[in-house]
């Protein structure tokens, strides 16, 4: 699959490549697909929840050499707030 951006989240740890993925997500078109490149294991777990709390399509992930890229197809959503903070 194709993507129309990638970000490199290699050497960053729980919550960076999300914050990230938020971040170049808000400034995306609905429809365009963000390419995450991690090697945090816990972004396997916590990009899903993301894309689930916020309206995102997790496309899944596959092996990219030592790091892992992750999809997201941009949804119709804002963006979210990750935390639920006043």
């Given at each position: 699959?194709?993507?129309?951006?990638?970000?490199?989240?290699?050497?960053?740890?729980?919550?960076?490549p999300?914050?990230?993925?938020?971040k170049?997500?808000?400034?995306?078109?609905?429809?365009?697909?963000?390419?995450?490149?991690?090697?945090?294991?816990?972004?396997?777990v916590?990009?899903?929840?993301?894309?689930?709390?916020?309206?995102?399509?997790?496309?899944?992930?596959?092996?990219?050499?030592?790091?892992?890229?992750?999809?997201?197809?941009?949804?119709?959503?804002?963006?979210?707030?990750?935390?639920?903070?006043?």
């Amino acid at each position: 699959m194709n993507w129309d951006v990638e970000v490199d989240c290699t050497g960053l740890l729980c919550p960076l490549p999300v914050l990230k993925a938020q971040k170049l997500l808000r400034g995306m078109q609905p429809g365009a697909v963000l390419a995450v490149l991690a090697t945090d294991a816990m972004a396997a777990v916590d990009l899903p929840q993301f894309c689930a709390q916020v309206g995102h399509d997790y496309l899944g992930a596959r092996q990219a050499g030592e790091a892992t890229r992750h999809l997201i197809r941009r949804g119709e959503a804002t963006g979210g707030r990750i935390f639920n903070r006043p």
